[in-house]
């Protein structure tokens, strides 16, 4: 699939009509949702009056965007002016259509992006499997007879399937990187509080991002640069200039301190894990293993606040219509509302001591590696799989290398490496907060050097 | 923790908080509640400083 910004290029130089652009987009989604169920509602009016609007300007002489005529999409937790925000689940279906579109939507369409749908994704993005009992699951892109990886499971599978090359993802516990490292794509969770939550459906204030997927680093970081910027409209949106990335991607790595995760991190990976970790650090020339203090218990710490909060969220909905919710979701969230209160103050007070743990560990080093998931992505249905040599239920346990960097908020890039089994898997680059830059920078040389890379999907053989 | 003790749990917390809780969600919730306290423990093992604050910062 043509790049997000070489499409840009192409229409801002008018070799290229975004109409066209949005024309073919709409015929791939035509043919190929069917197969992967990465869409819960495509635009197609919306995006050819834009696309139509975006050529004119371009005919005038008016500068459209880094962004032109791409074709994005968004999870549908993100607002989208005239539909309903349904979060994955039933019950929002009966909420009134969203009256704006999100900041971040309004962001990316003022860079000339169009948008062109709605994304499937798990109920209320408690999920790490892409299921959906209500829609269907989004399928992977390169065997669809596997997960997509969730919650942001649309999203995996609408890139990975470059049926847009650029795509909106919430992460709470993991739900960008595990679907960017299942369906094979680059992934950015950004510092807690750097992106707007505005006009989002939330599930864990405490825990929650947006973020964007993307085929390559460049449209990754162009995108990103497109939706910085502070919005007093999010409460934890942090008040500081936008630090543009996409100039600095290619001035390169050296200086950079980079160590390996061991321990936990590594603790029940699964060879094709290990392998991309390894491939990703022999080509940083990274050796340096570094032990990231107390992770299961920071996992353990972000469970607690993640079901507790969630439970709160969503306790009259659990009361009033507990029969319209994914009963896999439903029943994880009673199980939440049950979990003692001082668990919960205990786990926000640990989130201080490991912060402060991590800063310290961040002295010595300036990037670390780590698994994105323990494997590479399940059957749909897998309820259970083996980590550590026990079996385990698979839906709460994908997300065991995520959940302890999310937690306090650290931006992460996934890069997506190829495996011997024919499937792709993730690695994160974990950066001190603030420093998207470095991760972003260490993942476009993992590009460049063909370590990192988007694989073709495996739709049209 | 025994079953009977996490149904006893179960009974009187979703009875407290007002949830109807159905025969047929009790294995799920009760094994998603053993991993939650399991996870719940975890956290209450860590001796923690008494001014160790977590420190939401509210600005005007």
């Not at chain 1, 209500?134 to 399928?139: A, C, N, Q, W, Y």
Request: hydrophobic content about 45%; glycine content about 8%; charged content about 20%.
């Amino acid at each position: 699939m043509t790049p997000a910004t070489d499409i840009a290029a192409a229409v801002a130089a008018g070799t290229t009509r975004a109409a066209d652009i949005i024309a073919a987009t709409l015929d791939r989604i035509d043919r190929l949702n069917p197969v992967l169920n990465a869409f819960t509602a495509v635009l197609g009016d919306r995006a050819r009056a834009r696309a139509e609007a975006i050529d004119r300007a371009v005919a005038a002489g008016d500068n459209p965007g880094p962004l032109a005529g791409v074709p994005f999409a968004v999870k549908n937790l993100i607002d989208i002016q005239g539909l309903s925000t349904l979060a994955g689940s039933k019950i929002n279906r009966d909420h009134p259509p969203a009256s704006a579109d999100a900041p971040l939507v309004q962001r990316l369409e003022a860079a000339g992006a169009i948008l062109v749908g709605a994304l499937n994704m798990g109920e209320y993005a408690y999920d790490f499997t892409g299921e959906n009992a209500h829609d269907g699951p989004s399928r992977n892109p390169h065997d669809t007879a596997r997960m997509s990886g969730g919650s942001s499971g649309g999203s995996g599978s609408a890139v990975g399937g470059a049926l847009v090359p650029l795509a909106l993802g919430s992460d709470t516990n993991g739900s960008i990187r595990v679907p960017a490292s299942f369906c094979g794509i680059f992934g950015l969770k950004p510092t807690y509080g750097r992106l707007t939550r505005a006009g989002s459906f939330p599930f864990v204030s405490s825990l929650d991002h947006l973020g964007p997927f993307a085929r390559t680093v460049t449209d990754l970081a162009v995108a990103y640069d497109a939706m910085q910027g502070y919005d007093p409209a999010d409460p934890v949106c942090v008040d500081r200039p936008a630090e543009p990335v996409a100039q600095l991607l290619d001035t390169g790595i050296g200086g950079l301190r980079v160590a390996i995760a061991g321990g936990y991190f590594q603790a029940g990976a699964s060879e094709q894990a290990l392998t991309a970790l390894n491939t990703v650090a022999e080509a940083l020339d990274v050796s340096e293993t570094v032990t990231i203090p107390e992770a299961q218990r920071a996992r353990s710490a972000a469970y607690v606040i993640t079901t507790t909060e969630g439970a709160a969220l969503h306790l009259e909905r659990l009361r009033a219509r507990p029969n319209d919710f994914d009963a896999d979701v439903r029943d994880r969230l009673i199980a939440g509302s049950l979990v003692p209160a001082a668990a919960v103050t205990q786990a926000q007070k640990f989130r201080r001591w490991y912060q402060q743990e991590m800063l310290r560990l961040f002295e010595r080093v300036d990037a670390v590696l780590a698994p994105a998931t323990p494997c590479v992505a399940p059957l749909i249905g897998q309820k259970n799989f083996v980590l550590n040599g026990k079996e385990m239920p698979v839906r709460p346990n994908i997300g065991v290398y995520t959940q302890p960097i999310s937690f306090i908020g650290l931006p992460v890039v996934v890069v997506p490496v190829p495996t011997d089994v024919g499937l792709p898997i993730g690695v994160q680059i974990i950066a001190p907060p603030w420093r998207e830059d470095i991760a972003l920078r260490l993942a476009r040389a993992l590009e460049a050097d063909g370590v990192a890379r988007s694989p073709a999907p495996n739709l049209e053989a | 923790m025994t079953d009977t003790e996490f149904d006893a749990l179960i009974d009187a917390g979703t009875a407290a908080l007002g949830i109807e809780m159905q025969p047929e969600w009790r294995d799920a919730v009760r094994m998603h509640l053993a991993i939650s306290l399991g996870h719940a423990q975890t956290v209450l093992d860590e001796p923690l400083a008494d001014d160790l604050d977590p420190a939401p910062v509210f600005r005007a």
